[in-house]
């Protein structure tokens, strides 16, 4: 294996849609092994770069790679990637057992792999009982492992989050990032995008992104740190960041 | 991605398809029972024979020979009798009112004037706000006295002792639909419209209802290639597609007398290549719409035109030139030209091999054209 390729590189992308410039020179890397989050407010492009990431949008400028390739030319990309959109993307008409079929199959995973992996996943997000129940009548948490679920089967290498913590309740949230870092654990590069500043120290590193592009970048602890004001208490993430969008602003 | 892997995608695209449209029960409706009723509904409604032209009549002679005339110009069917005015104004204005659709006006001294052997002038008044009504009407009107005159003028050559003239009689001999009845040849264009409907709106709606629940991108991640996921959502639609086909032939044969005389294999080939070429249009429909609502629109942009350029309301014959052209473009004038040729006709590949193959043509293009449109557009 290579060891210089990086599971994840966006190298200056910009995208503008219509009058909205919603990547302006985004740049960031994540290698195997790391929980990497962007973080910003709404609109801040977030979903934008996770999306060129996962090969489903076109780069104005810029280049994203995925394990050294493509993701928008090279199809191999999509065997070891997993998406979780932000917005609903499960048949809300299927029941949970044939989401993970339909998606296990799209990915042609054999029949006694898709058995085993499911029950597994099954297990690890409690979703065992409710198999036979419809997407649309689970609660949001649920759903939101179910999503989870489905782009974990074929255990991708690199793994895209988008807002997954968006309307879930404080328990299922926590669960999910206790996932998280197992998975990170096992390898796996995890990118994750929040609007949630207290979900930044859980990550290994943070970039925070505003107006498409990052203001900072680094490990959440050295960030405190170096934003601490000798004679003050600690700032919490929150007051770090709203400080720095102040100042790009200003 | 080997061909397994391919055929292992294809087979989840195609059930989930089948389970979400077996499970939307106004969907089946769609697909199965709405075709049915219209079939039948149209079918019985849908009449070209022009009969029963509610005519009022005004004599201003008031003799038995006027009489007589009124009375038999409107036995024959085509003119029915709507009632007697005794003048013209009173007349138009049964026609302003649309309780008539003609006035037949005999004017005064009629009688006296046949007698006498001088030209006599009968006027009829006509709302030609269907032309085809009309032009019915005034025909049954024209051959009627056509025939009053030319029997006169044999009388009165007879009777002055000379031969009379020489006649030329056409006989007509139908072929394919003796009795002329409109259900043989409509129906088999009433399936072809009601298909193109059925079919163009799924596909067109499926794709865009993905894009709009948001399932699209989370599908378009897997390793799957555009063409099986568009193989995937065309499929099942074309074997329900190919159930309606048999069910309508079989109302039209039950209901309407629509004969078979053609093969079936035959129809069962343009069956299958109707169903791709509507069914490809839909997914491109689909491929440039962002909802199910501009997907719907869509679908009805193509289905007008396609409908009533199918021929199957009027002849595609009496279209201009550049038009009749474009209509090699359109599946369903296809479709109905095979359906009639081989039911009606029984006609055989060889009659109707070039239909078959604008179809396919059209069918293989229009899913290329879907696939790879679907491919740059998410690139």
């Given at each position: 294996?290579?060891?210089?390729?990086?599971?994840?590189?966006?190298?200056?992308?910009f995208?503008?849609?219509?009058?909205?410039?919603?990547?302006?020179?985004?740049?960031?890397?994540v290698?195997?092994?790391?929980?990497?989050?962007?973080?910003?407010?709404?609109g801040?492009?977030?979903?934008?770069?996770?999306?060129?990431?996962?090969?489903?949008?076109?780069?104005?400028?810029?280049?994203?790679?995925?394990?050294?390739?493509?993701?928008?030319?090279?199809?191999?990309?999509?065997?070891?990637?997993?998406?979780?959109?932000?917005?609903?993307?499960?048949y809300?008409?299927?029941?949970?057992?044939?989401?993970?079929?339909?998606?296990?199959?799209?990915?042609?995973?054999?029949?006694?792999?898709?058995?085993?992996?499911?029950?597994?996943?099954?297990?690890?997000?409690?979703?065992?009982?409710?198999?036979?129940?419809?997407?649309d009548?689970?609660?949001?948490?649920?759903?939101?492992?179910?999503?989870?679920?489905?782009?974990?089967?074929?255990?991708?290498?690199?793994?895209?989050?988008?807002?997954?913590?968006?309307?879930?309740d404080p328990?299922?949230?926590?669960?999910?990032?206790?996932?998280?870092?197992?998975?990170?654990?096992?390898?796996?590069?995890?990118?994750?995008?929040?609007?949630?500043?207290?979900?930044?120290?859980?990550?290994?590193?943070?970039?925070?992104?505003?107006?498409?592009?990052?203001?900072?970048?680094?490990?959440?602890?050295r960030?405190?740190?170096?934003?601490?004001?000798?004679?003050?208490?600690?700032?919490?993430?929150?007051?770090?960041?709203?400080?720095?969008?102040?100042?790009?602003?200003? | 991605?080997?061909?397994?892997?391919?055929?292992?995608?294809?087979?989840?695209?195609?059930?989930?398809?089948?389970?979400?449209?077996?499970?939307?029960?106004?969907?089946?409706?769609?697909?199965?029972?709405?075709?049915?009723?219209?079939?039948?509904?149209?079918?019985?409604?849908?009449?070209?024979?022009?009969?029963?032209?509610?005519?009022?009549?005004?004599?201003?002679?008031?003799?038995?020979?006027?009489?007589?005339?009124?009375?038999?110009?409107?036995?024959?069917?085509?003119?029915?009798?709507?009632?007697?005015?005794?003048?013209?104004?009173?007349?138009?204005?049964?026609?302003?009112?649309?309780?008539?659709?003609?006035?037949?006006?005999?004017?005064?001294g009629?009688?006296?004037?046949?007698?006498?052997?001088?030209?006599?002038?009968?006027?009829?008044?006509?709302?030609?706000?269907?032309?085809?009504?009309?032009?019915?009407?005034g025909?049954?009107?024209?051959?009627?006295?056509?025939?009053?005159?030319e029997?006169?003028?044999?009388?009165?050559?007879?009777?002055?002792?000379?031969?009379?003239?020489?006649q030329?009689?056409?006989?007509?001999?139908?072929?394919?639909?003796?009795r002329?009845?409109?259900?043989?040849?409509?129906?088999p264009?009433?399936?072809?419209?009601?298909?193109?409907?059925v079919?163009?709106?799924?596909?067109?709606?499926?794709?865009?209802?993905?894009?709009?629940?948001?399932?699209?991108?989370?599908?378009?991640?897997?390793?799957?290639?555009?063409?099986?996921?568009?193989?995937?959502?065309?499929l099942?639609?074309?074997?329900?597609g190919?159930?309606?086909?048999?069910?309508?032939?079989?109302?039209?044969?039950?209901?309407?007398?629509?004969?078979?005389?053609?093969?079936?294999?035959?129809?069962?080939?343009?069956?299958?290549?109707?169903?791709?070429?509507?069914?490809?249009?839909?997914?491109?429909i689909?491929?440039?719409?962002?909802?199910?609502?501009?997907?719907?629109?869509?679908?009805?942009?193509?289905?007008?035109?396609?409908?009533?350029?199918?021929?199957?309301?009027?002849?595609?014959?009496?279209?201009?030139?550049?038009?009749?052209?474009?209509?090699?473009?359109?599946?369903?004038?296809?479709?109905?030209?095979?359906?009639?040729?081989?039911?009606?006709?029984?006609?055989?590949f060889?009659?109707?091999?070039?239909?078959?193959?604008?179809?396919?043509?059209l069918?293989?293009?229009?899913?290329?054209?879907?696939?790879?449109?679907?491919?740059?557009?998410?690139?």
């Amino acid at each position: 294996m290579a060891p210089a390729v990086p599971a994840v590189e966006a190298r200056g992308l910009f995208r503008r849609f219509g009058a909205v410039q919603a990547l302006a020179g985004l740049t960031f890397q994540v290698e195997r092994g790391e929980l990497y989050g962007l973080i910003g407010p709404d609109g801040a492009g977030k979903t934008t770069a996770i999306r060129a990431v996962a090969g489903l949008l076109d780069p104005d400028q810029g280049e994203a790679r995925v394990l050294g390739l493509d993701p928008l030319r090279d199809p191999a990309v999509r065997e070891r990637l997993g998406l979780m959109p932000q917005q609903y993307s499960l048949y809300r008409d299927l029941t949970v057992a044939e989401n993970l079929q339909f998606f296990a199959r799209l990915s042609a995973l054999p029949r006694p792999v898709f058995r085993e992996r499911a029950e597994r996943l099954l297990g690890i997000t409690r979703l065992a009982p409710f198999t036979a129940r419809r997407a649309d009548q689970l609660s949001g948490g649920m759903y939101k492992k179910l999503a989870l679920a489905c782009a974990l089967l074929h255990q991708p290498e690199v793994l895209l989050l988008d807002e997954p913590t968006n309307g879930v309740d404080p328990v299922s949230r926590r669960e999910l990032w206790a996932l998280l870092h197992e998975f990170v654990e096992g390898g796996m590069a995890v990118v994750i995008s929040t609007p949630y500043m207290d979900e930044a120290e859980r990550c290994h590193r943070v970039g925070l992104v505003h107006h498409g592009r990052l203001l900072l970048e680094g490990a959440p602890e050295r960030l405190l740190a170096a934003a601490r004001v000798e004679g003050l208490p600690r700032p919490t993430f929150e007051e770090l960041f709203i400080r720095e969008i102040e100042g790009a602003a200003a | 991605m080997s061909l397994a892997s391919a055929r292992r995608q294809l087979g989840a695209v195609f059930r989930k398809e089948v389970r979400q449209t077996v499970r939307d029960r106004r969907v089946m409706f769609l697909l199965v029972v709405a075709p049915l009723i219209q079939t039948v509904v149209f079918g019985a409604a849908v009449d070209f024979d022009v009969d029963r032209v509610p005519t009022v009549v005004v004599d201003h002679d008031q003799s038995d020979v006027s009489r007589e005339h009124a009375r038999r110009l409107l036995a024959d069917g085509t003119l029915l009798r709507a009632g007697d005015f005794p003048g013209a104004e009173a007349a138009e204005h049964e026609l302003d009112d649309g309780r008539a659709a003609a006035a037949l006006l005999l004017p005064r001294g009629l009688a006296a004037d046949l007698a006498a052997g001088r030209p006599a002038e009968v006027q009829l008044l006509l709302d030609g706000t269907d032309p085809n009504r009309a032009a019915t009407a005034g025909a049954a009107a024209s051959r009627y006295f056509g025939e009053v005159g030319e029997r006169l003028a044999r009388q009165r050559l007879e009777a002055a002792g000379r031969p009379a003239p020489a006649q030329v009689v056409v006989t007509p001999r139908v072929f394919f639909n003796p009795r002329l009845k409109t259900a043989p040849y409509i129906v088999p264009g009433i399936a072809g419209t009601l298909l193109v409907i059925v079919t163009t709106l799924v596909t067109a709606m499926g794709l865009a209802r993905e894009r709009e629940m948001g399932t699209l991108e989370q599908v378009m991640v897997t390793p799957i290639r555009p063409l099986w996921l568009l193989l995937g959502k065309l499929l099942p639609y074309l074997v329900v597609g190919s159930f309606d086909v048999l069910l309508l032939i079989g109302v039209g044969t039950w209901a309407f007398g629509v004969p078979i005389r053609g093969s079936l294999l035959v129809l069962a080939a343009v069956m299958l290549v109707y169903l791709v070429s509507t069914l490809s249009i839909g997914l491109l429909i689909s491929t440039v719409s962002q909802t199910q609502q501009q997907a719907f629109l869509g679908g009805f942009l193509f289905m007008m035109p396609a409908i009533l350029l199918s021929g199957v309301m009027t002849p595609i014959a009496a279209m201009p030139p550049w038009l009749q052209y474009l209509t090699i473009l359109n599946p369903v004038r296809h479709f109905a030209e095979v359906m009639r040729a081989v039911l009606l006709r029984g006609a055989g590949f060889g009659d109707v091999w070039f239909q078959l193959a604008c179809l396919a043509v059209l069918g293989v293009g229009i899913l290329g054209v879907a696939a790879s449109r679907f491919r740059t557009q998410l690139a």
